[in-house]
């Protein structure tokens, strides 16, 4: 059973969620290199990826299990898994953020985001016609340099907008990280799944429980 969990700022909330459920990792995830782990639970691995390849490793069944935010789920689209649980950890928004000073563009806008599907089924919704720029980091200086009217990212404190001269605008999702499951492993390695949700949904719920395996 390999449990591929989302390295970065998600993982300092995802570790003390799954030691409150009763599995730890044998050694010092952040210490190491590696990027596979044994756990204190016979035949279950904590797998470490960037959050983005989560959702693909799951979907193939090269991972069983996974934690990964919904921005990605919805980015990645959510066909290829199951998403049985809703952690609650590492809550923020998905959201559309422009220039405080200059909030109202005309015509055809250009959006910068590494969220190009999201932001494309947004607009589309809205009947906006946009141009998108696909970006993997420092979105929040796009608009100041001129390459892009507005962005699409996720905000959590708002720190990292107004540092840069821009604002929230329209909010396209709440986010939190989830549970995702291979449709093969559901099937084949049911019981030790359902077993696992059942300890994260007790962790996630009250806290404390007991390992029972
Ligand atoms: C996210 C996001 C913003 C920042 C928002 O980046 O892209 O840059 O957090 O947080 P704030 O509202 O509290 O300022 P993250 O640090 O997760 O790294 P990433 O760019 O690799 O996604």
């Known amino acids: 059973m390999i449990i591929a969990l989302t390295k970065g700022r998600i993982l300092e909330e995802t570790l003390p969620l799954f030691e409150r459920a009763g599995i730890v990792p044998n050694e010092n995830l952040k210490k190491s290199r590696k990027l596979l782990f044994e756990t ?15 959702a693909t490793y799951v979907e193939f069944g090269s991972a069983d299990m ?3 935010g919904k ?3 919805l980015e990645h689209g959510s ?11 590492a809550q923020c928004r998905l959201m559309t953020a422009v220039p405080s000073d200059r909030k109202v563009v005309s015509g055809r806008v250009t959006i910068a985001t ?14 906006k016609q946009i141009e998108l720029i696909k970006l993997n980091g420092a979105l929040e200086l796009a608009p100041a340099l001129g390459l892009a009217d507005a962005i699409v990212d996720i905000v959590d404190t708002g720190k990292t907008l107004t540092a840069n001269g821009l604002e ?3 909010l396209i999702a709440d986010i939190s990280s989830r549970v995702i499951v291979n449709k093969a492993s ?9 077993k696992i949700i059942g300890l994260l949904n007790k962790a996630v719920k009250n806290g404390k429980s007991d390992i029972g395996m």
């Not at 204190?40 to 989560?54: E, K, P």
């Not at 066909?79 to 950890?89: H, M, T």
């Not at 590494?114 to 009947?127: D, L, P, R, T």
């Open 168 to 170: 929230p605008q329209n």
């Open 40 to 54: 204190n639970i016979n035949n279950v691995q904590f797998m470490l990826l960037r959050g983005s390849d989560v």
């Open 71 to 73: 921005d990605l789920i």
């Open 79 to 89: 066909e290829g898994f199951y998403e049985p649980l809703d952690l609650r950890i």
């Open 114 to 127: 590494k969220y190009i599907n999201i932001a494309k089924e947004h607009f589309a919704n809205q009947g």
């Open 66 to 68: 996974g934690v990964v």
């Open 186 to 194: 559901m099937k084949i390695k049911h019981e030790m799944v359902s």
